[in-house]
């Protein structure tokens, strides 16, 4: 049962200079698997050699104890991808590791690029060939094929070529290189454990293996990581910065500094914003776990309603897809929640969620509350109403899906049949974030920082291995996520 | 990373007259997988014969999707049994499935029988042979052995012999029974959905397959279930009732009605008892997700210090048993809970849990805490110091290895390097669970309701798989753990 | 693809006093991996406990390098069982380690017991409990009941009420125990490496650890192995020995010394018979190999026909049954057996092969050597024709499906288009052997030489955990499989 | 254990027009698993694209049987490489699949480049990235690179630039290409059944799904099958045919007609000729099983001496690698081969082998045979002495580990400890492959039919996922067996 909301698409993660490079890799992903449950690599020294080990499902499912100890060190990247059904997408799987005439390189790659295409059909059309979906073997190519002297050169001119979101931490025999697009769509952190420099996607990575975190890696940053220490350089002419605005409201860790800020902080603020925006005269807020508990607990300490725990989220996962046959009355999300009818019965519950997608899952959620004997039901969501997809890392549904992007609030609220329903508009999200114009909120506004070439998303589906399942009239400018499968 | 808890044993589950009740009992031991992940197993009718599969590790990973799919109905019953490592412990996963003259029966037990290693001497003697180590297999060589007619008198006269904790669903061919035994020590509740009934060890497996919950099997009491319908009996002599009270502390889930008594009520009254008996002046409350959650708000409520989330539990769990290395600092507790430093920057916290047992997890939570900015950590936990073991069902260490059977609450404190330390008192627990004296407090006031024959305490070794590990000088008497593998 | 051949239904072995019994153990399944493909197990001495790995499939695929050097020494037994579908079975994989008042005892058979079911009703009806469909699990509820002092004297106790076929070994935690029945159905040898004591079902298994082949147990002995040294007892009355002469026609393997004398001599001796029997004007002998590759060499040596290889088999087994559909016409035996073309091309050809059960394979190899061009094609049977169904240990049809249980042997040509057919007549068959009358040729004569209770068969399948599939009208005298299954 | 031999790298197997090509190409393969164990792949269409599903081991251990199912058809390619120890190198793995501006393109190859390295050096440096070790991924890089009108050109384009031995089979989503290097080093068949076209390295893969062997695609020639039929084309420039004779001597399957010549005839005459020239008095011929038996038969044919089965081969393989440790004594070849010591005893015996390479495995033998009673040994190779190293798709050791390249045959015979030692002289070696002058016999001539640019071996190391282990002082003139990894 997956629950209906948008998911992220990677964490990465590197250890350079520690005896244990590896395990560290491997506990960093382990805190970064809520990014991807799909796949997980790691590239490694070994003899003198980058080696990787990939494998699909969850980071502790993949290693052995053994393994990771001869992996060992001194120097490791890492990479986990989110989750889809199907085994057969192993060679998709990151970190990418690739020979050229520069030796050997190794990607893990956060984000999308919105002109992966193009650029795909120009190395093709010069001879390039292409092993997987991702459109971040792009780079690699553009790497490889670049005249420039030093390494350093040659990421830049192809990172230049690239337009969207990347934050990449590159792996070769002697160096580690991390680097954020202009923009800063998705966050890269970086940490310190004595002689041992760390990058993460998150800080809760860094503080698994007890490092230090020191700073993130600015928009438009790259930093090289050697023996000799670090240099840090600004290659990419000066952009606004377009931080995802997503991971503060719910891709990220709340025990995460994320764009240097707090996310648990974001989400307290995004509660009490909604609360302020949204009142409602009722007996207690309650969160859908566990995205929405922060903002939840916002809620409550701004309106003085009680917080309370009314659904129970079932945290184990594993390979069957557990699923209702006809003769099992439609059970759906109670495989994944179930509600605490003795806190419930007779109350008028405010729920606080993250989001609306599709609202199909909310609409069950509601009617299990109503079950549980709530008797009103509430529905505040921390965030405006999701009317765009997202180009720039994020698998989001096609636009058409986005029940917000065709239902006006009230018609959303009869198909939840909430009593009521509120969404934080677009000025309470940036007070929760810090009030800086520095964010991405195409989500929200359909007002895209990075232009992505509308006429050739047609032909994005040629490079999936899986075939698109649309419907036949889907407009297909708004249908970019096959590319965006790393 | 096991944090330092004691650890219930098992879950059971049994769905009777369903086209997919092997299905039924997959998501019905899903729900219930907190009690048991060690290992878990399925028997149910096919082409005539009960047949059993079982497994080791999560209840997910044991069973594929086709598979469920043939083993269809219309009876099964299941169980999970709490984790361990190593992998060759498959001989005891329940149910057990035997042969006997009576045909073939299937068990599948919850809870511990303090007279089970002379039983088994006695029926060794008189020419049985063991396949496990578990006591319940005691159950079924009395059962083979009764001149009884019926098999439910056969059962009853079985039951009779032994002493201790059993809730326990046994399948024939052609009927389920569920049976408690006289004092209640174990939970197990009916369902129904349609013409099909259920028994479970706690009412949120009934919820996930969307069933009614009816009503808990009463101590002492055989239900017998067959096509033809239910039927009540009472065979066993009256005795005072000692539920165990720990299902209301910790084991049960939130959502759960446990003996008749919603669990989350009780969780969030063991709060607000534990604010009364020792308030504090601080920020905030946290709990130590995720079994303290509840607590932790009704403290909040009754204080009216604001709840936070200072902790976040990271849920993925694997095979692979994630461990540090010296040369990795030691980051012990961290590898599964995470303090969220913007929330506790600078705030004097209370931190609830439900127990503390040997007290290092206790210990280094506090250290992370305070690294994490908190000025003052006060610690309060939910029920009382904990100086027995558990004799009943529960995995509990040596009593001389629980910290609070040797030390003082201001020793203890000390350890801890905790601000304030306070227990609730047994006054405050038995009104969280209603005031009501049908409750088992014996690891609180090691009142044992049943009494163990301690002699044969130090032999109980010879019938574990593994060595025993204590350290030479142990008091067997107090040890029993060995023969509670069931 | 499974050829149509009778099939062996398991091999033992014991290893005594080796600092790496287990791998010893190990690697002598793997040379008796030709008696039994379906599971392997092995139960060693590990910190004064057995211990039992067991597994479904080959012995190379059931155990890894680390596991095998972990369980170490200094004693150890394990078990082969025979092929079938179906991953379920794992229960009946032996050595079968259990718990008695007399300690621990485990047990690997070979052989069948025909009055299994009478005492396991018996011993039932007595309060036993069987958690398997063996017959081998009645002897240690046997041993385990029996009130003799010793365990030895336990075992001949137990021993004396079994009929039947048995090769057993037994271990304890500190002796070795080698048994055959008195008709000394089954081979078992003895083998000395040093100071270890080795006993395996045939002594190919003593070569490949490089241990010396010292006797055979002989019927009726048992060799009790324990740190004092060997001490040989001969518990059971005197009876005549009957030794299964398929073990030497079919079963073992050529490199072995089976009943004390050389498979492959006798082999050869059963070609050389057969042409002196069957001689015919041909181009070329052929075996089908590889069973039938010896007696081929001698029916070639004797006739003064060339040998020559026209058949290839494909070696190569794994977990996937690989199986033709409909739109690949019928290739049915290619997939293991391949005519050389050149060999048979325009040739006029003597197949030999070692039994004829159903037919079916026979047919198609005939048709498969004339499309390959053979002018003309002449079988012969290293062994007379197979009548009667086996009750000793070897997996057999009905004998129903035995084709010259029913048919004639000119029927039986003219169903196998064949130029001619010859089967070795029990005279040769005898001289092969050595001219002893030292064998149970049942399978051939319906000279059973131990009775079996004819009226139960009927009631074996209610301990098979299979539904039998016998067509209605089947006569249950003759298929005692289901109970043989050990 | 691995026997000290040469080893084929790879077999291909292509099916066209099946609506089950991915179950007949898993059928082809398992055919052709002689050919190469460490990995296998299948690239099938599916939904109008191609697929690609690999794995490390045996192929029957890659598929499930509804994976087969759901593959379907109708056009696959599948191939199979050899086995070393590692699981790591599915990125080495076959056929590999690519996009590139021409479409998907898959590519199945067997022999080797030796002309690689450069071409991949120059790739390289004209940006090209590589994603494994293999040298065939050297040949997509150039068809993509063509500018070539149609992908037939551009592959021959492509392949006039490589040089050495290649077998290929290329699968479009509309066409499959077979292609053979001009000298026509490695086999290659083509088949039918009804209207599917089969391409398979050898005609035995043709037999087993019942299809036709038609022909052998050509040295140079390109067969493109589509729904149009096929098509014929030669363009490249005409050279003289040098087809690997050791395909004859050992590599291929004797039920192969393999260069448009049957196997087993080239081994019975290989062997009448070697009994010819070194004849020799004794009791008997045995081979060593599976490669020496054809020769064997030949060499008692001529001389009229007994064929004998005298060593007995364990064909049970598995993931686990066998080892014997200090303590079980050296045992050596004997985990998969047996004397039988009955044939042996007291006789003079002629062992017939197909090769000596290192010579270990022949000592061993001839030392185990003599333990087994026999009196003489007369070591008999039906080839002359084995002095080269192979670049054209065989693994082969280094020269200088070739024993024969450095000692002269009585010196081999010393060290193997052999009564006498026969190697056929190269006129014999013509003589059983037709006595046509179209192979080639560099191993045994040093008659290299194409030049390898000896400088730059090596640097082939730097391609290799493993660390070359050569000693310090080697020759790396003579060691580019990295390379020759596909």
Redesign the interface.
């Known amino acids: 049962m997956k629950l209906d909301k948008f998911r992220d698409e990677c964490g990465v993660f590197g250890a350079f200079g520690?005896?244990?490079a590896a395990?560290?890799v491997?506990?960093g992903l382990?805190?970064l698997?809520h990014r991807g449950q799909e796949s997980g690599g790691i590239v490694h020294m070994n003899?003198?050699?980058l080696?990787?080990?990939r494998g699909m499902g969850?980071?502790?499912?993949i290693?052995?104890?053994?393994e990771?100890?001869a992996m060992g060190g001194p120097n490791a990247i890492g990479h986990v991808r989110y989750s889809t059904a199907g085994e057969?997408h192993?060679?998709n799987a990151q970190p990418?590791?690739?020979?050229?005439?520069r030796g050997q390189i190794a990607l893990a790659h956060n984000g999308n690029l919105v002109n992966a295409l193009q650029l795909r059909?120009d190395l093709?059309?010069?001879?390039?060939?292409?092993?997987s979906?991702s459109d971040s073997e792009v780079i690699?190519?553009l790497i490889?094929?670049?005249r420039a002297e030093s390494i350093e050169d040659a990421i830049t001119e192809a990172l230049m070529q690239v337009k969207g979101a990347f934050s990449l931490i590159f792996l070769t025999p002697d160096k580690m290189y991390a680097v954020r697009d202009p923009h800063g769509f998705r966050p890269l952190s970086i940490g310190q454990?004595g002689h041992t420099v760390l990058v993460a996607s998150e800080t809760?990575a860094l503080?698994?293996?007890?490092a230090q975190w020191l700073r993130d890696v600015a928009p438009g940053e790259m930093v090289i990581i050697s023996n000799a220490g670090e240099q840090s350089l600004m290659p990419f002419p000066e952009t606004k910065t377009t931080q995802c605005i997503f991971e503060h409201v719910y891709f990220s860790?709340?025990?995460s500094?994320v764009f240097g800020r707090?996310v648990?902080?974001s989400r307290n603020i995004l509660g009490r914003e909604l609360a302020r925006e949204h009142p409602v005269d009722a007996d207690m807020v309650i969160p859908i776990p566990d995205s929405g508990?922060?903002a939840a607990?916002g809620f409550?300490?701004e309106s003085g309603i009680?917080?309370?725990?009314g659904l129970?989220r079932?945290?184990?996962?594993?390979?069957?897809?557990?699923?209702p046959?006809q003769?099992?009355?439609?059970?759906g999300v109670?495989?994944k929640l179930?509600?605490?009818?003795?806190?419930l019965e007779g109350k008028r519950v405010v729920v606080v969620d993250d989001s609306i997608v599709r609202g199909t899952t909310s609409r069950k959620i509601v009617r299990m509350l109503r079950m549980a004997g709530a008797k009103e039901v509430h529905f505040r969501v921390s965030c405006p109403p999701t009317i765009g997809s997202c180009y720039y890392g994020i698998d989001t549904p096609y636009r058409h899906d986005l029940i917000a992007s065709s239902h006006s609030i009230e018609e959303i609220r009869k198909y939840l049949d909430a009593d009521s329903l509120g969404y934080l508009n677009i000025d309470g999200l940036m007070k929760a974030v810090g009030n800086e114009p520095k964010f991405c909120t195409a989500c929200y506004t359909l007002n895209y920082p990075v232009e992505f070439p509308q006429e050739q998303l047609a032909q994005l589906r040629l490079?999936a291995?899986e075939?698109a399942l649309e419907p036949a009239g889907h407009r297909l400018v708004e249908t970019p996520q096959l590319v965006r499968r790393e």
Do not use: W
């Open positions: 520690h005896p244990e395990r560290m491997f506990l382990y805190a698997q003899g003198g050699r080696k990787s080990v969850h980071i502790v499912d290693y052995r104890e053994h990771l100890t057969s192993i060679g990418i590791l690739i020979d050229s005439h059909r093709e059309r010069d001879g390039a060939i292409f092993q979906s690699l190519h490889a094929r670049s454990l809760c503080d698994i293996v007890d860790r709340p025990d500094y707090s648990s902080l508990v922060f607990i409550a300490q009680p917080f309370e725990f129970i079932n945290h184990y996962v594993g390979r069957t897809f557990i699923e046959k003769s099992i009355r439609n059970f109670r495989v179930n509600p605490v009818r003795d806190v490079f291995e075939p």
